[in-house]
C-alpha cells in the first residue's frame, strides 16, 4: 500500500475517450432516458477507451490507466469491472525511463515489467 496520505494524492482526472469515423462541425451528446448512461452519437463504439490522468507539473497529461470502454457507462464502473466485461485474461505491461540525461555508471537507464493474471478475470 502506498505511504501517501489521500489528502496528499494529485487529483485524477477520468474520461472516456474516441473518434469520429470522419470530420464532424457537432457532436450530438445523448442520454438514455432508461439507463442514464450518455453517450455521443457520432464517435465510432470501437474507439473507446477509459482513461485516468493528472496533470503533471510540466502541464502535460500522465496517463496512468488506458483500456478499450464499452461505453460511458465506464465512468460509473471500477477498472476491474470494466475490464472483466471484456476480457478473459489479463497482462500488464509498464515502462519508466530516467527522465532526465542522467546517467548511472555511464548507462541511460529504463525498466519494463509486465505481469499476467493466470487466473481467468471472471473467476474472482
Not at 463504439?45 to 493528472?54: A, F, G, H, M, V
Not at 472483466?84 to 509498464?94: E, N, P, R
Amino acid at each position: 500500500m502506498s505511504s501517501k496520505k489521500d489528502e496528499d494524492k494529485i487529483p485524477r482526472d477520468h474520461f472516456v475517450t474516441g473518434h469520429a469515423t470522419e470530420l464532424v462541425e457537432s457532436l450530438t451528446f445523448h442520454v438514455d432516458p432508461i439507463t442514464g448512461i450518455a453517450s455521443i452519437l457520432e464517435l465510432d463504439p470501437s474507439t473507446l477507451r477509459s482513461e485516468i490522468s493528472y496533470q503533471k507539473q510540466n502541464g502535460k497529461d500522465k496517463v496512468i490507466y488506458s483500456a478499450p470502454a464499452i461505453g460511458f457507462s465506464a465512468l460509473n464502473e471500477s477498472h476491474l469491472d470494466q475490464l472483466t466485461k471484456q476480457f478473459d485474461y489479463l497482462i500488464a505491461v509498464d515502462t519508466n525511463t530516467i527522465g532526465k540525461p542522467e546517467r548511472t555508471q555511464g548507462c541511460r537507464v529504463s525498466v519494463c515489467a509486465s505481469s499476467a493474471i493466470i487466473q481467468a478475470l471472471g473467476r474472482r
